[in-house]
């Protein structure tokens, strides 16, 4: 199971999705795949790219 070392800083529009940027931070995610218009409009948070489901699929194929 992961923890939430650090809490992320991030002008996200809807502040119940911190926890999900702070998990990211925390465990160096690469991605977050998401459907959440909010997270999705970061397009990235540090090193996390943050995706659709058919984003991420079609880089999956390549």
Same mark, same amino acid.
Do not use: C, W
């Given at each position: 199971?992961?923890?939430?070392?650090?809490? =992320?800083?991030?002008?996200?529009?809807?502040?119940?999705?911190?926890?999900?940027?702070?998990? =990211?931070?925390?465990?160096? =995610?690469?991605?977050?795949?998401?459907?959440?218009?909010?997270?999705?409009?970061?397009?990235?948070?540090?090193?996390?790219?943050?995706?659709?489901?058919?984003?991420?699929?079609?880089?999956?194929?390549?």
């Amino acid at each position: 199971m992961a923890k939430i070392e650090r809490q =992320a800083q991030s002008e996200i529009r809807d502040p119940k999705d911190l926890y999900l940027l702070s998990l =990211a931070e925390s465990i160096n =995610a690469d991605y977050i795949v998401s459907g959440d218009a909010d997270l999705l409009d970061l397009k990235q948070h540090k090193q996390t790219k943050l995706l659709r489901l058919i984003e991420f699929r079609k880089f999956l194929e390549n």
